[in-house]
């Protein structure tokens, strides 16, 4: 694998870099020095080193050897666009063991592709357009910064130097030592030299911030560390939430991996333009604005607990990701699945209410499970050789389902004895880079069992088991374990690995752990035959249990506190299970929806949520079904949710617990959009009071639920233009916090006209309009809402040249667009026609994301083929039940 990277050549070593830019935030250029300390290992006349989207002006090196210091220009420079690569040529042979500066002077573009050294749009308080500049260089983008080794083993130490306008803040990974006036408008500052560390993580941010700071408690660091939230002028009371978080997590993190912070001060700075969701930058973290910022009285809750989230996941990697560093990318789940998992781990502790650990399996394992159930999936350890492949695995693998391992393991080696394995190797290898194997020898020492025997077959291999139950006379049962794919057409040459899979059986009397390390085993229960394999759901696979004992469970689901599941983990597994073994045609669809009636008088918000992802997944893919069938579909949905939003009604209290919050607003989403009259009804009469100007009439929680019921149950075009109007409206006020109005661009796709429709998805191409790392939100409404789909794949194959030049230098957001465009068809005829769409374009920067939605999408059209009939006969059956 090794020899296949795109590698630089191993004759010099960088050591240390000093770095002078200076942006021009009105020509949009920049201008740069670089005097980059270097070991020569080799006898070298040649250094090659990457660069991207950069000019170099002029070049030298100045060598010591033997006590002797020369310098020489360089008498060619000669630049591989394709491959990034900048060849410097010597006359003089620069000889091995000696020390060596390179002097580089260059010039490059503050781009608007939100990669590199990059300027990012605003408003200012007159409505004038003005401009920050920012980095974002994870992968491989600091090439486009300035001339360097950008591969993540060769760490380096940095000193930094920004020339900037005199009124503007400048930003970078360490604090400022110096800073003076250099003319009337311009100042330089510089800051303190960095610790051995990845390019990748080198940042500097400019512009007219204003920012709040708070300094943790010092416990665990040593010293207090200084945190500050920066954003544009205005906003920073935003940010309150987040700098609260931030100090609590820096020292629960600082305990946890039992070494300090190393940094005296950590940044985090909210950006207008940002492709992802934030950037984990050493002691500078960059995010969507709409990802740190939370208005007490304007944003949703759900809102506040993705900022939780985001900023405990970025500050998990400061060590896990920063201070240790992964060797190459194909182990890039070293840093995402342990910050996904530990940055939980970091939210249940500051908020343990929230009982983040149920809503990771509601929504974080479905992610990895699903996408794992591809033949196009990839292991978790996955090779990757150009630089063009690795944005490509920042997916569901590397981050949910390393995460969903992890997870596993922890519990079965006991979080604690994990802990302190983790220790040791956050010890062992701080300010250096690891592999995998290096996290496992780690682990296996402090808890005395070769981990890596087993947790190899998770990381290097695809996929993972199902595991199919039958019931044995004396209280035995036979479990053989099997690759899952959503196709359900295993090939026995597909069937190869053995996994390691902790069974965890729970009965009435307790929980009994047992290991299944064979492809066919068998287990005893407990007497009277009634039990659930996987309990809390810690363990990675599907269980597709015999059709009598799926009806005893929900007989036990029945029984609520005094049934057997009182976990909610168990019943949340229990419904996932179930509905994803529909998918397969390992059990029948309607099996599922009689098990969703055993839940009418369920009170958890993570079941109920459960519920509504497969219910509505089905009407996703029923969607060109008859009426009949579609509104029975819809009326068993009314049937199970009305009443919960009955129940809990529309009004927020403060003594409302947080699951309470969020049930409330999903079974109102769920009644309204199954067209329970009462909930529309009130949703219509709350959006007019709230559009005339009485903002209390809807919460902020429930404003994207209802925009899109008043939308979908419009009465006439004339009602719908109107409404549309209006949330078109509140997403144009730009004095609403970012999340309120990204609610209400999402809901505009939920649009039925045509013209609408037409309209909106215009709205993307125009920048002025919608920005690019936004059209994310408009795809996605496009790909949910059936009366959109068609139409989107007309403008998307229409305008496929314009949205891939768009998109060019963000391949993330057009992997986005591909997925959305997709993802909805469940006609095997429409996929064909995609397919043939894409046969002659180069897809070599999507291609994989592109084979998974195909799959996904073939998948979900054969579930229609195999199960539509038994649906419309079961919706027939019991239509009456629902009415």
Request: aromatic letters at 10%; hydrophobic letters at 40%.
């Amino acid at each position: 694998m090794t020899d296949q990277r795109q590698i630089l050549p191993t004759n010099v070593k960088p050591v240390h870099y000093d770095l002078t830019l200076q942006p021009d935030l009105d020509t949009f250029f920049f201008q740069g020095q670089a005097n980059i300390d270097l070991l020569i290992l080799e006898d070298s006349n040649i250094i090659v080193l990457n660069a991207r989207d950069i000019k170099i002006r002029s070049a030298s090196i100045t060598c010591t050897s033997l006590k002797t210091e020369t310098s020489q220009p360089v008498t060619s420079i000669v630049c591989d666009e394709k491959k990034d690569l900048c060849t410097f040529s010597f006359v003089d042979t620069l000889p091995a063991q000696s020390k060596a500066v390179l002097h580089v002077q260059f010039d490059g573009i503050l781009n608007d592709q939100m990669c590199g050294f990059y300027r990012s749009s605003y408003k200012d308080a007159d409505g004038n357009t003005k401009y920050i500049a920012t980095t974002q260089f994870e992968a491989t983008d600091a090439r486009r910064a300035f001339p360097c080794w950008d591969e993540p083993s060769l760490k380096a130490t940095f000193d930094i130097t920004l020339i900037v306008p005199s009124h503007l803040t400048a930003l970078s990974n360490t604090n400022v030592i110096s800073e003076y006036a250099i003319s009337d408008q311009l100042k330089q500052v510089k800051y303190t030299t960095t610790p051995l560390m990845s390019t990748y993580l080198v940042a500097f941010v400019v512009g007219p911030f204003e920012y709040i700071e708070a300094f943790t408690t010092g416990e665990h660091n040593g010293q207090p560390v200084r945190t500050r939230v920066y954003t544009l002028p205005g906003l920073a009371e935003q940010g309150r939430h987040a700098l609260s978080v931030c100090t609590t997590a820096l020292e629960y993190f600082a305990e946890t991996f039992g070494v300090p912070y190393p940094l005296p001060k950590l940044d985090m700075v909210a950006i207008n333009s940002f492709e992802a969701g934030a950037m984990e930058n050493w002691g500078l973290i960059t995010y969507r604005t709409v990802s740190l910022l939370f208005d007490e009285k304007q944003s949703s809750i759900v809102s506040k607990k993705r900022t939780a989230y985001v900023v405990c996941h970025e500050l998990a990697h400061q060590w896990f990701g920063n201070l240790v560093t992964m060797k190459w990318w194909n182990e890039l789940w070293l840093n995402e699945s342990f910050a996904t998992w530990v940055g939980w781990l970091a939210v249940d502790n500051i908020f343990p209410d929230w009982d983040v650990w149920t809503s990771f399996v509601n929504e974080d394992m479905p992610r990895a499970l699903n996408l794992d159930a591809l033949r196009s999936s990839h292991p978790i350890e996955v090779a990757v050789n150009d630089p063009a492949e690795i944005h490509q695995i920042f997916d569901a693998i590397s981050y949910y389902k390393g995460a969903s391992v992890i997870r596993m393991l922890s519990t079965w080696l006991g979080v604690d004895t994990f802990l302190a394995g983790v220790r040791r190797y956050v010890r062992r290898h701080k300010f250096s880079n690891a592999s995998t194997n290096d996290l496992w020898v780690a682990l296996s020492e402090e808890a005395g069992v070769d981990v890596s025997q087993f947790m190899d077959l998770w990381t290097k291999r695809i996929g993972y088991p199902a595991l199919n139950v039958s019931v044995l006379p004396e209280n035995k049962i036979k479990v053989i374990q099997s690759r899952y794919l959503s196709t359900g057409d295993l090939q026995v040459a597909e069937d190869v690995t053995n996994w390691w899979v902790p069974l965890g059986i729970l009965s009435p009397t307790g929980v009994e752990m047992n290991t299944l390390t064979e492809k066919c085993q068998e287990f005893s229960v407990p007497d009277g035959g009634l039990f659930k394999l996987n309990a809390g759901q810690t363990a990675v696979y599907r269980v597709n249990y015999p059709l009598q004992l799926i009806r005893a469970l929900a007989e036990e689901v029945k029984k609520g506190p005094h049934g057997m599941l009182t976990n909610t983990a168990d019943r949340v597994g229990l419904i996932a299970d179930a509905g994803n073994l529909s998918v397969s045609g390992e059990q029948e669809t309607t099996a599922f929806l009689e098990l969703a009636l055993a839940f009418v008088n369920e009170e958890n918000y993570f079941v109920w949520s459960q519920l509504s992802t497969h219910l509505s997944n089905i009407l996703g893919v029923w969607y060109q079904e008859p009426e009949h069938v579609r509104n029975g579909l819809k009326a068993l949905r009314r049937h199970l949710f009305a009443p919960v939003a009955r129940r809990l009604g529309w009004e927020f209290a403060d003594t409302d617990e947080y699951l309470t919050n969020i049930l409330r607003v999903l079974a109102l989403t769920n009644a309204g959009r199954s067209n329970d009259m009462e909930i529309v009804q009130e949703a219509k009469h709350r959006f007019a009071r709230f559009v005339a100007g009485d903002i209390d009439a809807l919460h902020p929680n429930v404003r994207g639920p209802v925009y899109g019921i008043v939308l979908s149950n419009a009465s006439s075009i004339e009602e719908e233009l109107a409404c549309w109007e209006h949330i078109l409206e509140i997403y144009r006020n730009e004095s609403l916090p970012t999340d309120q109005r990204l609610i209400a661009l999402n809901a505009l796709g939920g649009a039925k006209s045509e013209a609408l429709i037409s309209r909106y998805m215009l709205m993307s191409l125009d920048e002025k309009e919608v920005r690019s790392q936004d059209t994310i939100y408009v795809f996605g409404s496009l790909a949910a809402n059936p009366d959109a789909r068609q139409l989107f794949w007309q403008f998307f194959s229409e305008n496929y040249d314009l949205l891939r030049n768009k998109f060019s230098k963000a391949p993330s957001l057009f992997a986005a667009a591909i997925r959305s465009v997709v993802t909805g068809f469940s006609s095997l005829e429409q996929l064909d026609q995609v397919e043939a769409f894409f046969a002659d374009k180069d897809t070599k920067s999507y291609i994989r994301p592109l084979q998974q939605t195909l799959e996904s999408a073939r998948v979900n059209a054969k579930w229609l083929l195999r199960s539509k009939h038994n649906v419309a006969q079961w919706v027939q059956a019991n239509a009456q039940q629902f009415a």
